[in-house]
């Protein structure tokens, strides 16, 4: 496809990388739609990613591959930006975390701060574990690790400015896939009767 080949064309020549080797790297993922290509590409050409360098990858979710925005893409922007002046992270103490998460051995909470030399009060996001926690093998395995990135990925997003459908995380995705799972159950139940869905869902297990 033409389209294609200019994409990765511009893409290899903003990243300094050879054309092929990012045509290999693409024919790793050969489900993925020329629609998700291309908007890889522009993303990785928009902000500088290097997918060779994992700065920008592919995630699989319930409404097909997506584009998105590692961690390592992420700290890349933060670093690289003229107004960074700097970020600090905190999070809940000990006795909090054992009190108020259900995740006993994470934090309850993280926060980042991230200031700016064009902005007089800095930018400051709050994530609580309990509400942004999944099912995701990387949340059950290293739940501290993950609310970092996560504190970190939506204080960046606020301080500049780069918006959800340019890279959401794969947890975003999953959860929304859960989300969604649970809204069409509830509305079921609701349209069929509390003792009718019930019925229904024996007969299912």
């Known amino acids: 496809m033409q389209t294609l080949t200019k994409s990765i064309e511009k893409t ?13 790297w693409l024919e790793q993922y050969p489900n993925l739609t020329p629609y998700t290509q291309i908007q890889l590409l522009r993303m990785a050409t928009k902000y500088q990613l290097d ?14 591959y997506q584009a998105f925005i590692t961690i390592d893409g992420w700290v890349k922007l933060i670093n690289s930006h003229e107004q960074y002046a700097g970020m600090s992270l905190k999070e809940a103490p000990i006795e909090e975390s054992m009190e108020n998460s259900s995740d006993k051995e994470a934090p309850a909470w993280m926060e ?25 093998p990387s949340w059950q395995q290293m739940p501290r690790r993950m609310l970092r990135h996560r504190v970190i990925q939506q204080c960046a997003r606020l301080a500049f400015g780069i918006s959800q459908s340019d890279g959401s995380s794969p947890s975003d995705n999953i959860r929304a896939k859960t989300i ?3 809204k069409t159950i509830t509305s079921t139940s609701r349209k069929l009767g509390s003792d009718k869905f019930k019925e229904l869902l024996s007969q299912t297990k």
């Not at 360098?53 to 097909?64: F, K, L, P, Q």
């Not at 902005?119 to 574990?129: G, M, S, T």
Request: aromatic residues 4%; glycine residues 4%; negative net charge.
């Open 51 to 64: 997918p060779l360098s994992d700065e920008i990858g592919v995630m699989e979710t319930h409404e097909g």
């Open 180 to 182: 969604s799972k649970e």
């Open 112 to 136: 980042c701060t991230i200031y700016r030399h064009d902005r007089i009060l800095p930018i400051v996001v709050k994530e609580y574990l309990d509400e942004v926690k999944t099912d995701h």
């Open 12 to 24: 290899a020549q903003v990243l300094a990388l050879d054309p092929e080797e990012l045509q290999l």
